[in-house]
Each structure stands twice: as structure tokens, then as C-alpha cells.
């Protein structure tokens, strides 16, 4: 019995001295500021799993909706600078500086940018009887009665209204906004013709493709997208004209710099597995990744451009 309670300590050993090594490896949380199932979700969830296998750390996804992104913006500006807390961001990120009166944190001093995850497209649809078969049909049409023609928006400072007001700012017409919560409802009243014109995301036109319900004109990416083949960028009509949605990982200003380079090197090896290509191309998008100082310099240049495009809109949050 000795004996084997000598082995059995032995044995023991390595797995207790083991314990408190995993212990002191604490789990990364990702703070989304959107609800679950979305496409913000969905990346999140993706490379949270890819970064885990890389850093060989639990990664958590935590769902935090609520004033377009801002409640969790602002839970990830003042966690501690251990790099454990990061943020996953969408395009409000830029959009939100101009649209709210006040923000609890500054988006360019406030946050360590990490990387870019991805941009995803939207497409132009018009309910199935309006009367134009181009984007140069509509802009013809709403330049000779301005304000008749409406858009439906799903929801406020989105990415989809900011290409609804950059299409509207750059064609050079006139038309009504009506706001929904949600892209869901206002497509189904685009079907059923309580509106006449919206941009959408393209899992939400996907089901229509190839039936008389919906007229699909344009898509905003500068190239053709092979999800809806025949169907030509806008920018073929209004040059340069590109509006995407895109989604970047951020954490608490301060993160040392070592931490920093390992969370980058991380997303961008997590960003090139197979797994999380397939998670984003039925988007419609395309896996986009950065260094810390490429994405600061995109947001900065993205909250001048949102600025104007805000100012155009009227519309104001907070």
C-alpha cells in the first residue's frame, strides 16, 4: 500500500504542478456590438475559433448590442491593457463619431487597432415593378421628380444607409428615407412594394435571385460579383463609386507592444484558414486583414469620409 501510494503521489506531481500553469492563462474575450447570428457575430465567432488554436488561449465571444456598437466599444476602451479584452467592429465604428452629439470614448485615442477582418458588399434592389432597368434608369428618374422615390434603410448610421446616402450624395438626387429596424422587414416591404428602393446585404437578396419579386440593379463593390452574375457595379454609372461594410478587431489603448504584435499575427494566420474564407465569401465578402498602424490610418480617413456623408444625411443620434 506504501508502496503505491508512492507511485500514485509521483504519478500525481506533474498533472498539480501542471494545473496552475493553465490557471494562470486566462481566457481572451471578444466583445461584439451587435446581437448573435449577424454577420458581426459570425466573424467574430470565426476568428475567435482560429485564434484559439493559434494562441492556444480559450477565446470567448461576448455579445454586447446596443447604440450601434457603442456600449460595446466603450466596455473594451476601459478594460484593462492586458490585451484580453478586445473588440470586434463594424463600419459604425467610423460612422458614429459624426452621427452621435457625444461618445464616451474616442475611437482613434482610445483603442489599440489590431487588424482587419473583412469587407462585405451590398447590393441595390428595387421593388418588381419600379419603373427603371438600370441604375442610370433610377437616376434619371429620380432627378426628374426629386424626392418621389424611397429608400428603405435598415437601421440608422448602418453600413447600408451610408451607402443609401453616399448613392444618394454622389448621383445627385433627391429621395425619401424610411428607417426600419433591421434589413429583414424592410425587405419584405420592398416585396411587397411599400417601398421602392433599398441596399442590402447579400444574404438578404440571395433568396430572391432569379425570381420576378425583387429587380436587382446594382451591387457596390467595384467589381461584378459572382453571387448575382449580369449584374453590373454601380460604379460602371457613377465613377469610383464603392461602398463596403467592413469588420476590425480592436483592444484598450495601451496593450504593450509585444502583446499587440502577437494578438496581429494571430488574426491575420487565423484570417487565412479555410475555415473562416468559407465563413465570409457566402457574404459576399472577401477576407481583408492590416497591421495595427493600417487600420488606424483607414479609420482615420474613414471617420473624414463618414463626416461628410453624415452631414448630407441630417441625421443625428444621442
Known amino acids: 500500500m506504501l508502496r503505491r501510494a508512492i507511485i500514485g503521489a509521483a504519478l500525481a506531481t506533474p498533472l498539480a504542478l501542471a494545473l496552475p500553469a493553465m490557471a494562470e492563462s486566462p481566457a481572451l474575450t471578444l466583445v461584439v456590438g451587435a446581437s448573435p447570428g449577424g454577420t458581426t457575430d459570425r466573424v467574430a465567432r470565426g476568428i475567435a475559433q482560429e485564434m484559439s488554436a493559434i494562441l492556444g488561449q480559450t477565446v470567448i465571444v461576448e455579445n454586447k448590442p446596443g ?43 482610445d483603442f489599440s487597432p489590431i487588424s482587419m477582418l473583412a469587407e462585405v458588399p451590398s447590393v441595390l434592389v428595387a421593388r418588381k415593378d419600379f419603373p427603371a432597368q438600370s441604375v442610370k434608369d433610377l437616376i434619371a428618374l429620380a432627378k426628374k421628380d426629386p424626392g418621389k422615390y424611397s429608400f428603405a434603410v435598415g437601421g440608422i448610421g448602418s453600413s447600408l444607409h451610408m451607402a443609401t446616402a453616399s448613392f444618394q450624395m454622389e448621383a445627385g438626387i433627391e429621395a425619401l428615407t424610411v428607417p ?5 422587414p424592410a425587405m419584405q416591404d420592398l416585396v411587397g412594394g411599400q417601398v421602392d428602393l ?39 454609372t457613377i465613377d469610383g463609386f464603392s461602398s463596403k461594410a467592413w469588420f476590425g478587431m480592436f483592444g484598450p489603448a495601451g496593450i504593450p507592444q ?32 492590416t497591421t495595427p498602424q493600417e487600420l488606424a490610418d483607414f479609420v482615420h480617413k474613414d471617420i473624414e469620409r463618414y463626416a461628410k456623408v453624415v452631414e448630407f444625411t441630417g441625421a443625428t443620434a444621442g
Open 67 to 109: 447604440a450601434g456598437g457603442n456600449i460595446a466599444a466603450t466596455e473594451v476602451a476601459r478594460a484593462p491593457k492586458d490585451g484580453n479584452t478586445l473588440l470586434v467592429s463594424y463600419s459604425s465604428f467610423s460612422v458614429n463619431p459624426s452621427l452621435y452629439k457625444k461618445l464616451p470614448f474616442d475611437p482613434e485615442k
Open 180 to 184: 426600419y429596424k433591421g434589413t429583414s
Open 198 to 236: 433599398m441596399f442590402a446585404s447579400v444574404v438578404n437578396v440571395l433568396p430572391f435571385r432569379g425570381t420576378d419579386r425583387i429587380k436587382i440593379l446594382g451591387v457596390t463593390s467595384p467589381e461584378p460579383m459572382s453571387q448575382f452574375p449580369g449584374v453590373p457595379p454601380i460604379a460602371q
Open 258 to 289: 509585444a502583446r499587440l504584435e502577437q494578438l496581429n499575427r494571430a488574426v491575420v494566420e487565423g484570417a487565412k484558414q479555410a475555415s473562416f474564407v468559407k465563413l465570409i465569401e457566402p457574404e459576399g465578402g472577401t477576407v481583408v486583414t
